[in-house]
């Protein structure tokens, strides 16, 4: 089990509930490429706190993150 925090560069944002239905699709996308368990998910404005278990032998969240935060923000305003 691992726990995270992931944090928004600017902490002013608000784009985490702003977009939180994109934030759930590449989340859900994610998930069918590469499984794990969310045990517990908190989203706040700027930040948020998620408990995982990956499959067992697998201990890759750093791809998995990289994968959710670069799906989150491609398509994101230059501003």
């Known amino acids: 089990m691992f726990f995270f925090t992931v944090v928004l560069a600017d902490r002013s944002s608000e784009l985490l509930v702003k977009l939180i239905e ?3 699709q590449v989340y859900r996308a994610l998930r069918a490429r590469l499984p ?3 045990n517990a998910i908190c989203i706040l404005p ?5 408990i ?3 499959p067992p032998g697998d201990a890759d969240f750093a791809a998995r993150w990289s994968q959710i935060k670069s799906g989150f923000s491609r398509e994101l305003p230059a501003a």
């Open 52 to 54: 995982w278990t990956l």
């Open 46 to 50: 700027d930040h948020l706190h998620a």
């Open 22 to 24: 994109r934030l759930r």
């Open 36 to 38: 794990f368990e969310t």
